[in-house]
């Protein structure tokens, strides 16, 4: 489609639709940003675009001067498909893209795209990073952070974009075309956008519905809608698995991640070498071994780049080794279900800090998976005192207090022996004694990088 001069409506003022009016901007598009909340300031809104943009913003309604004159609509991926503005606009055949549609439109190179309910983010940083050792042009896009929409106008034929996408952006695909795509897995969410599983399942689906048998589609085998997808996409399949040993693929073996093309086997590394914890890691990397490989990587990089890379920042994340003492940033572990995981992956006698703003929820299953897991505790926060008198109640005599996280990771360092592990998982989020996760997670480091070696 030709846009220069045309009217588009971009729907949503978050990153993803500051990006498309950029880039519709230096389209030569007449682009108008519209937001329904009218609590917004357009102060606000317009600072976030670039200096000189005469886009117009709208709050609220859309003006019927205005809809009569669009020939695009752009919804950022927020923006839910059954609203009545959305309704209207396609009433009046006028196309509807998505962020991910617009930008894939007017980009240019390979793309690898990765979807699933959990581990997009992980997989997606490691393909990305993997793709970075190979290519000299590498763009890391979508859900992760950065909007599709802000790389593409830069890219070059030879350039390889490496893509997050949530089913939000899925749902307005339409030639959307990536050479290798992946779903990681596939479990309810979201079901409050798209109404019914059947429905979150097709939105997932669709990252692969323009795909060839030239393509592949990465998929894994453990996770039954996934392997049945298997059956009826038409590109190539390269499945991946944790609990089987497959013919062709990728999977685990005892402790070795191993790729088969039917005929060879080759031995890519072994868990101990992987700096990522945990069982639902290993998971995205075998995603992210073949990807690579179905980007045409070779082993040798793939493996290099795998057992190199540490975990997305606050999630899990390896921050340093000091005396023999591995230190982990999980300040995401926001909630007792993902301090769980995080405790569970753990290879070594961990010290755990943990407490922080009481949003009153229970601790007791979260203590529960201490024991032979957890050498010691350090409370920090609102929460330190109910997360004491949890452990008592069953059974956990290992604990103490600290006024403030410099002081936790100096006891955990004090506490702690070589081959120990000090993980920062709090179970609680960061408000009070933080502004935010990242904040508290970025002191931890801090603190951890001035203990002495």
């Known amino acids: 489609m030709n846009i220069e001069g045309k009217h588009v409506l971009v729907i949503g003022s978050g990153i993803s639709g500051i990006g498309a009016v950029e880039m519709l901007e230096k389209l030569g598009a007449s682009p108008i ?14 600072a976030k675009l670039k200096p000189g943009s005469q886009t117009p913003i709208i709050f609220g309604k859309i003006p019927q001067e205005v809809q009569a004159s669009l020939s695009l609509v752009v919804l950022s991926p927020g923006v839910p498909v059954d609203l009545p503005v959305v309704e209207a606009v396609e009433a009046a055949n006028i196309p509807v893209w998505g962020e991910v549609e617009l930008a894939y ?5 390979r793309i690898a795209a990765i979807t699933g309910t959990n581990g997009k983010t992980t997989t997606t940083a490691l393909v990305g990073e993997i793709m970075k050792a190979a290519c000299p042009e590498v763009y890391v896009v979508g859900n992760i952070g950065k909007a599709y929409t802000a790389a593409a106008l830069e890219m070059s034929p030879e350039a390889v974009t490496v893509a997050e996408i949530s089913s939000f952006q899925l749902e307005t695909v339409q030639d959307f075309h990536p050479q290798v795509s992946a779903i990681l897995n596939i479990t309810p969410d979201h079901l409050d956008r798209h109404h019914t599983m059947q429905n979150y399942v097709e939105a997932k689906e669709r990252i692969a519905q323009n795909q060839k048998k030239g393509d592949v589609c990465v998929l894994n085998y453990d996770d039954e809608r996934t392997r049945d997808f298997g059956t009826r996409t038409r590109a190539s399949v390269i499945y991946f698995s944790r609990q089987h040993i497959l013919d062709k693929g990728v999977y685990l073996e005892d402790d070795r991640f191993l790729y088969s093309d039917g005929t060879t086997k080759t031995e890519i590394c ?25 980007m045409g990587v070779s082993f040798g990089i793939i493996r290099e780049t795998v057992t190199h890379f540490t975990a997305v920042e606050h999630r899990i994340e390896y921050v340093a080794e000091k005396k023999g003492v591995a230190y982990y940033n999980d300040s995401k ?22 407490g922080g703003y009481d949003k009153h929820v229970k601790f007791e299953d979260w203590v529960s998976v201490f024991p032979g897991r957890v050498k010691w505790l350090v409370l920090i926060g609102a929460t330190a005192k109910q997360i004491a008198r949890t452990c008592e109640e069953q059974g956990f005599s290992n604990f103490s207090f600290a006024e403030t996280l410099e002081e936790a990771v100096q006891e955990c360092a004090d506490r702690a022996q070589a081959g120990d592990a000090v993980l920062l998982s709090p179970a609680c989020a960061s408000w009070g ?8 997670g970025r002191m931890f480091k801090e603190y951890v990088r001035q203990l002495p070696e």
């Open 105 to 109: 439109q007017f980009g240019k190179g």
């Open 333 to 354: 572990g926001t909630n007792t279900d993902a301090s769980i995981k995080a405790v569970e992956a753990m290879v070594r006698p961990t010290l755990v800090i943990g």
């Open 270 to 294: 072994k868990i101990g070498e992987l700096k990522l914890l945990g069982a639902h890691n290993y998971e995205n990397v075998m995603a992210a071994i073949a990807i690579g490989a179905a």
């Open 33 to 46: 940003l519209y937001d329904s909340n009218e609590k917004l300031e357009e102060e606000t809104v317009r």
């Open 433 to 440: 004694m933080f502004d935010n996760y990242e904040q508290r």
